[in-house]
């Protein structure tokens, strides 16, 4: 009987706790209510969460290495930083606990960080967030993201250039759109110099596995591919393994050319830095609201916010040139890669001859444009 | 198509062969370790730092190995002295290796290494069909191919062999041979964590020259159900791990020709794969599992 | 048997080994790494009894170990070894989304949530009654079966948010609608917390009971004692194994439908990832108690919420965590096992 009444007091306490959390566990920041300061006004502290780590050569480097310049460009500011933060209702958490350190500018870096800070925003209209990579905002959350594709449109024009083949690789994650964007902007700009230019898609599974990356390469290469690209979050192994087999390879995520300066061809790179420092003063000056950054931000080539990788030692001069006029052309707007028609591995229209897609429609795709040997589970 | 399966699935799984064989050798004298994957991870990270530190991949397998050896007296002094539940230490050091490979390892993400290199063995590799599939890997393949017949051979036709066997289904065969058991199984399980060491080693070095924290994916999980899948006998976990490879090789080869099945599927395939082989060859193995083993497996109540 | 009494008898010198001597360890670990172990260790703990916030997530993360510690006690119980918590949580999670999502979208709560558990329950023994099943028709070791369904529930999971269940309006993200708010377990309001520590606290002590004062949890303690003996004895041990996996299966089942339902409010790939593996190492921490569990999967929890402290406030990367995690585990087990039956 001892131990049943144990039990009893036991279960008793913990109900007694969760309950006693309810009245000191509202989460509003106490010190603005009463007045609306502006969002991330004064923070003397910003915050960043990445999906992954710091330092796996690519897209959280990428993000990392933003955080860095505005740790050199605001000396006094400390920076409070979490890795490996999940997708999930977790991400809440960091936030939290981040606002809770005095952060009243938070970074969230992966698309999945989204709806986990729109409910933290919900709770803090005195922190600003810029989230990366999303489509919706709110009062004081912002996203903004990179037109990557466009880099990735150049460098299928590159590899498309130097294949002797025509046949490309692409070793990718998950169909997700960012990944089908991508993979549809580079096969489209290699088709633009040779129309019978396809790209062999290789489903990975995982964001970051250097096994199946080494044999996806592998297996590509068995496919009689002689030119990879890849969308990973870590990319070396890609780019090594290729270098081994003798195959040309395209960065993404960060300039990896030393990495291999013979086989690498050129990569779609990010620069965040300038459009992260630049988010930071925008919101510790107080002029968040009606800034370019409270909604929905996309920045380009021409904003310097993605960037064409330096080209690889064995690119022939006429392809930098060609690659360099089609930059320009699209730098000056005078031509969009996804201008119709574009047609869908089965045949369909799916942009009408004279149309330029809108970022949302570009960013909800969800077929592979026809050229692409793959297949997106349904 | 064959030749590119069959030659992915020796790529692929080849650091899982070296990973199953340890356990095998470890469970033969009657202890289970899921922390095969913790000594995998820290093999690797620590063959790939030796490497990029020394210049010479095999003062980086020597370190791997070490590393996995390491990780593994962890678990054979609280299993076999403290006589700890087997499978929870196992799990344990599995977060133990995987947290302390990430945390020493982060320095190393961006490093080159001059690793094993693939090296077509003359002659060899110029027979059809055969000579393509085994003979044009790395070094640490080809030995993996001289270890499993080694590792048979001492099993089963050397003294220490019976000894060891000895610890996981009868004791007294040890003791009749003047031995302790509780040494017999610290060295099987020391044995086992080398071989997972460099089995990590070979992901790393060889395989993939890179590092990255969490890099085995839990290859070494798949390592502890191979063995079961192959009845404790060496050949037959030289086929699971090169079926479990093939898989994955298959799921490529199949993704590349743009078949119209849904790539999720796919990824499941080596699982999949192992769970329907484990089904087919059960029946006959009951009788084979060390008797040291079944107290773990059927006495984990309490 | 009484996880508390347990540990009363032990001396000082198993306590130091267990508790005392990880943590000193891991201070060490932190001075090797130019860190201070003092304002570190005072930083975790105030990020986690600091405020009622910071309790309120320790609460959050428990509940779902909680569950999985039981999906691995009651199986443990008859002698099994249930290392599946992972899928079955993941499988329920799935269940009860797409019941949710097609079936009972809208529905009343007082209706709806009751049937949601029973989804994800029925998910969660769905995917152990595989190895169940696997194991009594053919003697397939419930271990193995268990860690490789893990993976083959993660890619079922993943092909279901990348395909049927996938969001239309969410721009082609993999992850599911959004439940409707009659779906969501009741929260203390400006909190997150949910109903669900109430829910897991009530199964484990009632699952005490069970195995306490019930024929069948006698039976199944007959049976996880020397099967074999409870086998000649006339016991129906495949039939008692089975349904102890199969609960145990249920219940990490109903851990997905609470994490669905009470956190996260729709289903995303990596939905519960590792909550599986955690809970199966609250389990036996605690020896497979069920009360024991409470505070086992408390203490991890703790380590959980407040590692993200450590990695903010002391530059410290995320996997110290695991670091810190394990070792007090191994100090746990190297407590030493008790000289049970």
Known sequence: ?378 | MIIEVLTGAIIAGTSVLYATTGELISERAGVINLGTEGSMVSGAMAAFAATAWSGSPWIGLAFGAIAGLLISLIHAFLVIDRKANQLATGLTIMFFGLGLSAFFGRSLVDKQINGFESIDIPLLSQIPFVGRILFTHDVLTYLSYLLVPAVWFFLFRTKWGIILRGAGENEQVVYAYGKSPKLVRYLAVMAGGLLAGVGGAQLSTAFTHTWIEGMTQGRGIIAVALVIFASWLPFRAMLGAYLFGGAYALQLALQGRGVDISQFLLFMLPYVLTLVAMFIVERKQRNMMPLGLKDVFEGGGN | ?341
């Open chain 1, 1 to 378: 009987m001892k131990k049943l009444y144990l039990a009893m007091v036991i279960a008793a306490i913990m109900l007694v706790l969760s309950a006693c959390s309810n009245e000191g566990s509202a989460t509003e920041s106490s010190d603005s209510s009463g007045e609306s300061a502006a969002p991330g006004e004064g923070s003397e502290k910003v915050g960043f969460i990445f999906v992954g780590t710091k330092d796996d050569y690519g897209y959280n480097q990428a993000a990392y290495d933003g955080s860095v310049a505005v740790e050199e460009a605001f000396p006094d500011m400390e920076i409070l930083r979490s890795e490996n933060v999940p997708e999930t209702a977790e991400a809440e958490r960091v936030m939290e606990e981040m606002i809770r350190n005095g952060a009243k500018v938070i970074f969230p870096t992966s698309y999945g960080h989204l709806e986990p800070a729109m409910n933290v925003a919900e709770r803090h209209p005195d922190v600003a967030f810029f989230h990366q990579g999303g489509l919706k905002n709110a009062e004081n959350l912002g996203t903004y993201f990179g037109n990557i594709w466009q880099a990735a449109y150049l460098s299928g024009v590159a590899a498309g250039s130097v294949s002797e083949s025509g046949n490309l690789g692409y070793v990718v994650s998950f169909p997700i759109p960012q990944v089908l964007l991508n993979v549809n902007a580079f096969t489209l700009g290699a088709q633009s110099v040779n129309p019978d230019a396809t790209t062999t898609v290789a489903f990975t599974g995982s964001w970051c596995d250097p096994g199946q990356q080494a044999s996806s390469v592998n297996s590509l290469a068995e496919q009689g591919v002689d030119v990879i690209s890849q969308h990973q979050d870590c990319t070396k192994t890609v780019i090594e393994t290729a270098d081994r087999l003798d195959i040309k390879s395209v960065g993404y995520h960060a300039d990896a050319s030393t990495l291999a300066p013979e086989t690498w061809v050129t990569g779609a790179i990010w620069n965040w830095g300038d459009l992260f420092v630049d988010m930071t003063t925008t919101a510790i000056e107080g002029n968040f609201k009606g800034s370019e950054y409270d909604g929905i931000y996309r920045g380009g080539l021409s904003e310097g916010v993605v960037e064409l990788a330096p080209f690889g030692n064995q690119v022939p001069d006429d392809v930098k040139t060609l690659v360099e006029e089609e930059k320009a052309a699209i730098e000056s707007g005078e031509f969009h890669p996804f201008a119709g028609p574009i047609k869908s591995q089965n045949g369909d229209v799916k942009i009408e001859e004279g149309v330029t897609p809108t970022t949302d429609e570009l960013e909800a795709v969800d077929y592979f444009v026809e050229g692409v040997i793959g297949n997106i589970s349904e």
């Open chain 3, 1 to 341: 048997m009484s996880f508390l009494q347990e540990k009363m008898r032990f001396p000082g010198s198993q306590w130091i080994v267990g508790y005392v001597l990880p943590i000193l360890l891991f201070a060490l670990f932190l001075l090797l790494q130019g860190v201070n172990p003092i304002a570190t260790f005072g930083n975790m703990i105030s990020s986690v009894f600091g405020d009622f916030y910071g309790f309120g997530e320790v609460i959050i993360m428990t509940t779902p170990f909680i569950l999985t510690a039981l999906a691995t006690v009651i199986p443990a119980r008859a002698g099994l070894v249930n290392v599946g918590g992972e899928g079955q949580l993941a499988i329920g999670a799935l269940t009860s989304t797409i019941a949710a999502v097609f079936l009972i979208d809208g529905w009343p709560m007082w209706i709806g949530l009751p049937l949601l558990m029973i989804f994800g329950a029925l998910g969660g023994m769905i995917w152990a009654g595989i190895a169940a099943v696997l194991k009594a028709k053919s003697g397939m070791n419930e271990t193995i079966t268990t860690l490789l369904l893990n993976y083959i529930a993660f890619y079922t999971l993943a092909f279901f948010v990348h395909g049927p269940l996938k969001d239309p309006t969410s721009f082609n993200w993999p992850h599911s609608p959004e439940l409707s708010d009659s779906l969501r377990l009741p929260t203390i309001p400006g909190s997150r917390i949910h109903i669900g520590i109430v829910i897991a606290i009530v199964i484990a002590v009632g699952m005490y009971f069970l195995f306490k004062k019930t024929r069948w949890g006698f039976y199944l303690k007959i049976v996880g004692g020397n099967p074999i003996a409870a086998f000649q004895s006339g016991f129906k041990v495949n039939k008692l194994q089975f349904w102890a996996l199969v609960m145990g299966g249920a219940i990490a089942g109903l851990a997905g439908m609470i994490e669905v339902t009470g956190i996260e409010g729709r289903l995303r790939q990596t939905t519960g990832v590792d909550y599986g593996y955690l809970g199966f190492l609250a389990a036996w921490m605690a020896r497979n108690h069920p009360i024991g569990i409470i505070f086992t999967a408390l203490i991890i929890g703790m380590i959980s919420v407040s590692g993200n402290s450590m990695e903010m406030t002391a530059g410290l990367p995320a996997s110290v965590v695991h670091i810190l995690m394990a070792l007090v585990l191994f100090g746990i087990l190297a407590m030493g096992r008790k000289s049970k039956s």
